[in-house]
């Protein structure tokens, strides 16, 4: 079966592939990559034909989708896209931002609602949107903040 993305290493690309698996220091990732477009480059055979996925998917124990996927990427984007991890698809926003993060830090440092010995995590979410801080806000949101700030609300 023909390849629709087929590798054709040149010598400097498949030089370097093999200088970068044989230093051992790049992430395991990225070694895996490197090995995949080894084996899956048309040069490095003598029939000139690349080997089928499954076929390089069992040499390296990975996946055949894997290997699909490097080689895509080499195809489309070039070497450089193909060893280098992809950036995340997704973008999340920001809940709190400077100020609000300020707010909520000085309400857990504030004295607890009356009955409550100390703050829960859900309590000052939920206190925190009804000051009007944020619209709305996750427990897990606080924890995140008051980690990263090293703050407690059970103090």
Known sequence: MKKRYVVELTEDERGSLKKLISRGSAPARMLNRARILLKADTGEHSEGEALPDD???????????TVGRVRTCFWRQGLEAALERSAPDRVY???LDGRAEA??????????????DRWSLRLLADKAVELGVVESLSHETVRKTLKKTSSSPTW
């Not at 069992?58 to 055949?64: H, V, W």
């Open 103 to 116: 707010r909520l830090i000085a309400l857990a440092c504030s004295e607890a609602p009356e009955g409550r």
């Open 93 to 95: 926003e920001r809940s």
């Open 55 to 65: 076929t390089v998917a069992r040499m390296l124990e990975t996946s055949a989708a």
